[in-house]
C-alpha cells in the first residue's frame, strides 16, 4: 500500500514539476501581491514592518487558494480521480498523498521565498525566520483545508473562486496564530505558544482533511 | 407514537403546515411583551444611557445565529449519514433564517458601538467571530446553489457545514486570542450587573426571535419540499 | 414607563438614531424574510405541474 502512496506521490510531484507555468503562477502571483502592498500604503518602513506578518501571511493565504483547483480538477477531467476511487488503497491516504506534493510545490516554495519578500518590509532577520518557519508549518494546513475545498468544488463551474469562499475563513486560526508568532517574535517574547498551536492544528487537519476531502470526493463522484 | 413517520416529505409538509402559524402566534405575543419591557419599561442604563436598548435584539440575534447554525450543521450530517432527503431540506431551510440572525447580529452590534465606543465597527472578539460565521453561512448556500444536482448539492453542503461545525469553536478561540493580544475593546454592558427586568426582557426577545425562527424555516420547508416533490400527486394536490 | 413624552421615546436620550435604526432594519429584515416566503410559495403554484414520471392519474 505504501508503494502505491508513494508512487502516487512521486506522479503529483513530476507533473507539477512539469507544469512549471501552473505552480510558478502561484509564486509569482505571491510576489506580486506582497509587492502591491508598499505601493498602496506607502513606504515609510515604519509602517511596512508592522504591518509585514501579516500581509506576508495574507498573500500565501491568497496564492495558495489560487493553486488548490489544480489538486483534483485535472485528474476529474481525464479519469484519473474515477480510478483513484476505485483502487483498494483507502482514498484519505490518497488524497494525503497527493496533497503532500501539491503543498511541496506550493505552500512549500511560498514559505521559502519569504524571507526575501521580507526583505522589502525592513523586517529584521530574526522575525523574517519565524514568519518563513510559521509559514513551513502553516502552509501544510492551508493545503489540507484546502484540499477538503478542492474536493467539494471539483467539476463545479466557478469552481476556483467557490473555493476560496468556502476554504477562507476555516484559514482564520491559522492565519492568527501564523501572524501572532512573527509579532511575539519582533516584540521579544517567545513563540513557542504559537508554534504549538500552529502543530496541534496541524496534527488535527492531518487526521481530519483527508477524511472529510475523501468524503467530499465520493459525492462529487457518485 | 412513531415520530419517524414524520421523515417523509409527503407527511412532514402537513405537519409543519399545522405548527407555522402556532410559532407565529407565539412569535408575535413574545415579541410584544418584549419590546414592551425593551422599549418602555426597563431603565435606562447608568453607564451607556439608552443606546444599551439595541441588546435587545443583539443577544437574540447572535444566540439565534449560533443555534441555528449548529442545528443545520446537525440535520445536514442527518441527511448525509441516514441519508434522509428531508433531515438535507431542513438543513436548507436553515440557512438563509441563520444568515439573517448572524447579519442582524453584527448591524446591531456596529449600531451599538458607534455611540459606545465611537466607530461603526468594532473587532470584539464575539462581532469578529460572528463575521466569520456570516462567511460560513454563505459559503454553505454558495456551495448548494453551485451544485445543480440536488443530492450532491445535499451532501457536499452537509460535509461543509460540518468541517465548519468542527472549525467554530477553534475559530472563536483564535479569534478571542488575537483581540486580547491587540487589546480590542469588548462590546458588553457597562460594569454593573444587569438588572433583573432588563434579563427578562432579553429572555422573552430571545424566545421570540426562537418561535420566529421556528415559524420561517418550517415554512420555507415547505416551500423546499414542494419543489422537490413537485412531480409527485400529493404535491400537485397540495399546490392546487 | 420610563418617557415623559413621546418625543423623549423618539429621541432615546439623544441615541434615538442608533436604537430605532436597530429596531427598524430588524423589522424590516424580518418582513423582507417573509415576503420573500411568500413570493416563492406564490411561484410555485404558478409553475405548471411537473410532467410526472408516469401518466397523472385520470384528468
Redesign the interface.
Known amino acids: 500500500m505504501s508503494q502505491a502512496l508513494f508512487a502516487l506521490f512521486q506522479r503529483d510531484l513530476r507533473i507539477a514539476l512539469r507544469r512549471r507555468a501552473d505552480t510558478g503562477s502561484a509564486l509569482v502571483f505571491f510576489v506580486i501581491v506582497v509587492s502591491l502592498f508598499p505601493l498602496g500604503v506607502g513606504p515609510q518602513f515604519e509602517l511596512l514592518r508592522r504591518i509585514a506578518p501579516g500581509v506576508l501571511w495574507v498573500a500565501a493565504l491568497l496564492a495558495s487558494m489560487l493553486s488548490m483547483p489544480r489538486l483534483f480538477a485535472d485528474d476529474h477531467a481525464d479519469g484519473t480521480l474515477e480510478q483513484l476511487l476505485l483502487s483498494p488503497t483507502p482514498l484519505a491516504l490518497l488524497v494525503l498523498a497527493k496533497t503532500a506534493a501539491h503543498w511541496l510545490a506550493s505552500g512549500a516554495l511560498l514559505a521559502l521565498i519569504s524571507p526575501l519578500l521580507a526583505l522589502q518590509f525592513d523586517l529584521p532577520a530574526r522575525d523574517a525566520g519565524v514568519l518563513c518557519l510559521s509559514l513551513l508549518l502553516g502552509t501544510p494546513l492551508l493545503s489540507l483545508l484546502g484540499a477538503?475545498g478542492s474536493a467539494?468544488?471539483v467539476g463545479?463551474?466557478?469552481a476556483g473562486v467557490?473555493l476560496s469562499?468556502?476554504v477562507?475563513?476555516?484559514c482564520?486560526?491559522v492565519l492568527?496564530?501564523g501572524v501572532?508568532a512573527v509579532?511575539a517574535s519582533s516584540a521579544g517574547l517567545g513563540v513557542a505558544a504559537q508554534f504549538s498551536?500552529l502543530g496541534a492544528?496541524l496534527v488535527l487537519g492531518l487526521f481530519?482533511a483527508p477524511l472529510?476531502a475523501a468524503?467530499?470526493l465520493r459525492?462529487?463522484m457518485? | 407514537m412513531n415520530w419517524f413517520k414524520y421523515a417523509a416529505p409527503q407527511r412532514f409538509h402537513p405537519l409543519a403546515g399545522r405548527a407555522v402559524p402556532w410559532f407565529g402566534v407565539a412569535a408575535v405575543l413574545l415579541a410584544v411583551a418584549g419590546l414592551a419591557i425593551a422599549l418602555l419599561v426597563a431603565p435606562t442604563d447608568f453607564q451607556q444611557g439608552d443606546a444599551y436598548r439595541i441588546i435587545f435584539i443583539h443577544v437574540p440575534a447572535a444566540w439565534m445565529s449560533m443555534v441555528l447554525y449548529m442545528a443545520m450543521a446537525f440535520w445536514a450530517a442527518m441527511g448525509l449519514v441516514f441519508n434522509a432527503r428531508l433531515a438535507s431540506m431542513l438543513a436548507l431551510a436553515l440557512a438563509p433564517t441563520g444568515a439573517l440572525m448572524t447579519f442582524l447580529a453584527l448591524w446591531t452590534g456596529a449600531l451599538w458601538g458607534k455611540p459606545t465606543w465611537g466607530t461603526w465597527w468594532v473587532w470584539d472578539a464575539r462581532l469578529t467571530s460572528e463575521l466569520i460565521l456570516l462567511f460560513l453561512y454563505i459559503g454553505f448556500m454558495s456551495l448548494h446553489a453551485a451544485i445543480d444536482d440536488e443530492r450532491r448539492a445535499d451532501r457536499a453542503a452537509a460535509v461543509l457545514a460540518l468541517v465548519g461545525a468542527v472549525n467554530v469553536p477553534i475559530i472563536y478561540f483564535s479569534v478571542q486570542w488575537w483581540n486580547t493580544l491587540h487589546q480590542g475593546s469588548s462590546v458588553k454592558l457597562g460594569g454593573s450587573s444587569m438588572a433583573a427586568i432588563m434579563l427578562v426582557g432579553m429572555l422573552l426577545m430571545t424566545l421570540a426571535f426562537w418561535m420566529y425562527s421556528f415559524a420561517v424555516v418550517l415554512a420555507r420547508a415547505r416551500c423546499i419540499i414542494l419543489e422537490r416533490e413537485r412531480h409527485a400527486a400529493w404535491a400537485q394536490g397540495a399546490l392546487a | 414607563m420610563n418617557w415623559p413624552s413621546f418625543d423623549a421615546f423618539v429621541a432615546m436620550g439623544g441615541y434615538g438614531l442608533y436604537v430605532w435604526g436597530s429596531f427598524a432594519v430588524c423589522a424590516l429584515a424580518f418582513a423582507v424574510e417573509l415576503l420573500a416566503l411568500r413570493q416563492r410559495r406564490k411561484a410555485l403554484q404558478a409553475l405548471p405541474p411537473a410532467d410526472a414520471a408516469g401518466q397523472g392519474a385520470g384528468a
Open positions: 477538503v467539494l468544488t463545479l463551474r466557478g467557490l469562499l468556502l477562507l475563513p476555516l482564520v486560526p492568527i496564530f501572532g509579532e498551536l492544528m481530519g472529510a468524503a467530499a459525492i462529487a457518485d
